[in-house]
């Protein structure tokens, strides 16, 4: 099984809809990262969590982290099209050395 | 500020052939790691270097390598190149274990026909 679940694996939502994607991790975590990818490029930082209970936002979306449970979601506030892609957690589940595993990923689309 | 650096943007290969990839990390940032991402298996991790010394890797054959030069930046060869290999290769980079995060450069996309 995966040491990273994420759900939904895809979601379509009415653009000005909220929305909110899970991660979910079978080990511990040292560090929560979001990030969003356009199919074929590169990830585009979002947000880095580090303490349980920690909360980030940027403009419309807001990521917490849940060390107890080890997880982590993601929500978006009245989604937009320039929302729509492909949304990854990478997991530092080590501690000690710069390497993450990652989620299947969700990929979201938002119909105007 | 310069953002990571990845040449070439696509390859097309030939099964047998060899191929090294490039990435040129934010200047400062001293560990670049390498991913392999596929439409099956997703984003795996295949190795990090930091000032020059592979510390870590991931569950890829022999036929994966890598280094990392003085100045940060890092190559990545494929040697024997399979149909399989054909992915969006991404390497990151990142100051102090990842304190402020990973950054990612846009890939390399190898294709082997």
């Known amino acids: 099984s995966q040491e990273l679940e994420q759900s939904p694996q895809s979601l379509i939502v009415q653009e000005g809809k909220n929305l909110t994607i899970n991660c979910t991790s079978s080990?511990?975590?040292?560090?929560l990262y979001w990030y969003k990818q356009k199919y074929g490029e590169g990830l585009i930082f979002l947000m880095m969590l580090q303490k349980g209970g920690e909360e980030k936002s940027h403009e419309k979306i807001t990521a917490k982290l849940d060390e107890k449970k080890q997880q982590s979601s993601l929500h978006i506030t009245a989604s937009q099209p320039s929302h729509a892609g492909i949304y990854l957690c990478?997991?530092?589940?080590?501690?000690?050395?710069?390497?993450?595993?990652f989620g299947t990923g969700t990929l979201l689309a938002v119909q105007p | 500020k310069a953002g990571v650096t990845q040449t070439p943007r696509y390859l097309i290969k030939t099964r047998g052939q060899q191929v090294t990839l490039s990435c040129s990390p934010i200047?400062?940032?001293?560990?670049v790691s390498w991913y392999q991402q596929t439409p099956g298996q997703g984003l795996q991790f295949l190795f990090e270097?930091?000032?020059?010394?592979?510390?870590n890797k991931g569950n890829f054959p022999g036929r994966f390598s890598g280094r990392q030069f003085s100045n940060s930046r890092s190559e990545m060869n494929v040697s024997t190149l399979e149909l399989g290999d054909s992915a969006l290769y991404l390497c990151?980079?990142?100051?102090?274990?990842?304190?402020?995060?990973?950054?990612f450069g846009s890939g390399t996309r190898l294709t082997v026909v």
């Open positions: 270097y930091f000032s020059e010394t592979q510390r």
């Open positions: 200047s400062g940032h001293r560990s």
């Open positions: 990151a980079s990142s100051s102090r274990q990842g304190l402020y995060g990973y950054t």
């Open positions: 080990k511990t975590l040292y560090g």
């Open positions: 990478g997991a530092d589940t080590s501690g000690a050395t710069n390497k993450l595993i």
